[in-house]
């Protein structure tokens, strides 16, 4: 048992404490004279964010400042799935360029089919038929729903609401089963043509394209119940990432990202191309700027491209579904099978590809992530001397320090999530 001798006072232990952490700085300062005690949670540091962490919608990197949880600074590093796209179309004809097309934006392939065809076309000066118009329009906008569908499935697993990205993923692969009706491929569909499509939609992919229609509504109504009301979306998304119109437009950020700041540019509208000019649709369009906003948008452009899938199918003239261009266009295999001319139009056409007036040309579609645009720069061979890709997602991306400046660590995604980028895409 200890005796009152062996127990010190409190009032002594104060100062054995005191008197010890006096020498331990003591010690401290005679080490280096600037040495500081801070607390390591009021203090800046540096954090990388990716490229491997699942919430960055590919590998994308983020360098990013933190005092704390709240975010300083960020930094964006792209170009860890760069394939060098733009360097492989300098070496290939312009007909062979169009499957890498499908791996740019890879949730909505049919897109960019439509766009680097267009593009080629208005090089080589020619235009589709009038039906291969219209299948491409439709096209274009069952890949939109299918990559919007990806967009908010995405954005909401970001926060935690896994039931809408289970969702949004079986609406999605009954298009991939429309897709595979309409060319034989489900993913990687190469479906567009130099002067018009691959082959013909069969009436049994018009009659699945109505099924799914009349559907379509109430699934993505039934999605909309569990989140657009959602107390705890609402207060993680409501005011978060805030980027005014001018700013989106000074960064260059295009499609719904930027409606969502009050723009009502949609190159479908202000620049129309194939047969969008003949089509009646709304551009939607909301002031709050945040990432609530951007969530929004894509949910009410689905309904418009619902009801322009549903024009194309009422409307679609029948007709060819490629230009019939000896030096410009593949001729149809039956063709090529049975009459000599046609044989060798296509030998010479795969052999030393199609050849475009030397020339400058851009060409750009409202895809479903914004602005994607081709530049082609011809020298009068059958390989472009130079394509560059206008990409929707990198330059969408340049908004992500400005809206991200402020925000919780754990709102971070969210901000990222709402600008929909695909890496793909982005580093081409």
Not at 322 to 328: E, N, R
Not at 340 to 350: G, K, Q, S
Not at 358 to 366: K, L
């Amino acid at each position: 048992m200890a005796t009152s001798k062996n127990i010190q006072s409190e009032a002594e232990i104060l100062k054995i404490s005191k008197i010890r952490d006096s020498k331990i700085l003591k010690d401290l300062n005679k080490r280096n004279s600037s040495a500081e005690i801070s607390d390591e949670l009021e203090s800046e540091y540096i954090l990388n964010m990716g490229p491997q962490h699942p919430s960055t919608h590919g590998v994308l990197r983020m360098v990013l400042r933190l005092d704390g949880e709240t975010v300083i600074k960020v930094v964006p590093e792209l170009g860890y799935l760069h394939r060098g796209y733009e360097k492989l179309a300098e070496n290939m004809h312009y007909q062979e360029f169009i499957p890498f097309t499908d791996r740019l934006d890879y949730a909505s392939p049919t897109s960019n089919n439509t766009g680097i065809a267009l593009a080629i076309e208005n090089a080589f000066g020619i235009e589709a038929p009038e039906r291969a118009q219209w299948i491409r329009v439709m096209v274009s906008e069952l890949a939109r729903i299918s990559s919007h569908l990806l967009a908010i499935g995405s954005f909401c697993l970001d926060l935690g609401a896994f039931t809408i990205m289970l969702w949004a993923m079986v609406e999605r692969e009954k298009l991939y089963d429309i897709f595979e009706l309409i060319c034989g491929a489900r993913f990687t569909t190469s479906y567009t043509r130099i002067g018009g499509v691959m082959q013909d939609i069969s009436p049994e992919a018009i009659q699945k394209i109505r099924d799914w229609l009349k559907e379509f509504p109430e699934k993505l109504g039934n999605m909309r119940k569990l989140v657009d009301r959602n107390r705890i979306f609402i207060d993680r998304v409501a005011g978060l990432g805030y980027m005014s119109k001018e700013k989106a437009i000074s960064l260059g950020v295009t499609g719904a990202s930027l409606r969502a700041s009050g723009s009502t540019r949609d190159l479908r509208r202000d620049n129309p191309y194939l047969v969008y000019d003949k089509l009646d649709f709304d551009v939607i369009t909301l002031n709050e700027g945040d990432c609530w906003a951007r969530y929004m948008i894509r949910v009410m452009e689905m309904y418009e491209s619902h009801k322009i899938i549903n024009a194309t199918i009422e409307n679609m003239p029948s007709g060819p579904i490629i230009l019939h261009a000896p030096k410009k266009s593949l001729p149809r295999k039956k063709k090529v099978y049975t009459k000599m001319e046609e044989l060798i139009h296509d030998f010479m056409l795969v052999y030393d590809g199609a050849i475009p007036e030397p020339g400058e040309t851009y060409t750009a579609i409202e895809g479903p992530k914004g602005e994607m645009g081709f530049f082609i720069v011809s020298d009068g061979t059958g390989y472009p001397w130079k394509l560059k890709i206008r990409s929707p997602s990198s330059a969408n991306l340049q908004a992500m320090p400005f809206i991200s400046e402020g925000v919780m660590i754990s709102d971070l995604v969210a901000c990222l999530a709402s600008l929909d980028p695909i890496m793909g895409d982005a580093d081409k």
